[in-house]
């Protein structure tokens, strides 16, 4: 086996100190116990993280999903590795820094937000926040639309009348939901 370079892959130093954490919170053991169980073919990336192709039960639904540092996907490993994936392996990269930091805890804070996604915006995914910071776009995930209710307690933008509608309307309620981060696509901090 060849020595390990951080310098050839950016970012790899930090994925093996993630994958460090999560083996030591027992969440990457978890997930592979999970891939055998379901006769995954498992594959290594050079920073550690395991792909998991070939995913079988019948929960969850996703395409893929990250436990700890192992990413299960129903195809196999090689399709998710490919160059054209790569947003969404990094998404699921993303993923194993929140196992990282919250250990098991993890699961059942994963689990409320999907419940709190749900009941604003009818999707488990578009409003949840572990998501959202993974990235939506890189997950293929759409951008949230407040339920009604949900929308009718959010203050109106100045000059927009109340609850969305007014100028914008519709398109500038979306908007408003989908902007939850002040964050700008280049990481740069937006203006208030």
Known sequence: MAAFDPTAHPGAVRQRTRTTLTWLNGTTPVGLALAVLARTTRRRTPDGLVVAGGYRLPVPRQACFTVGAVVLTRRPPEWLLHPDRADLLGHERRHTGQYALLGPLFWPA???????????????????????RAGLAAGGYPEPTLRPWAAALRPAAPGQGTAGRGPGGEA?????????????RDGTRAAR
């Open 172 to 184: 500038a309620l979306r908007g408003r939901a989908a902007s939850s981060s002040r964050r700008r």
């Open 110 to 132: 994963y689990w409320l937000a999907c419940a709190w996604s749900y009941a604003l915006t009818g999707g488990y995914g578009p409003g949840n926040v572990f998501e959202r």
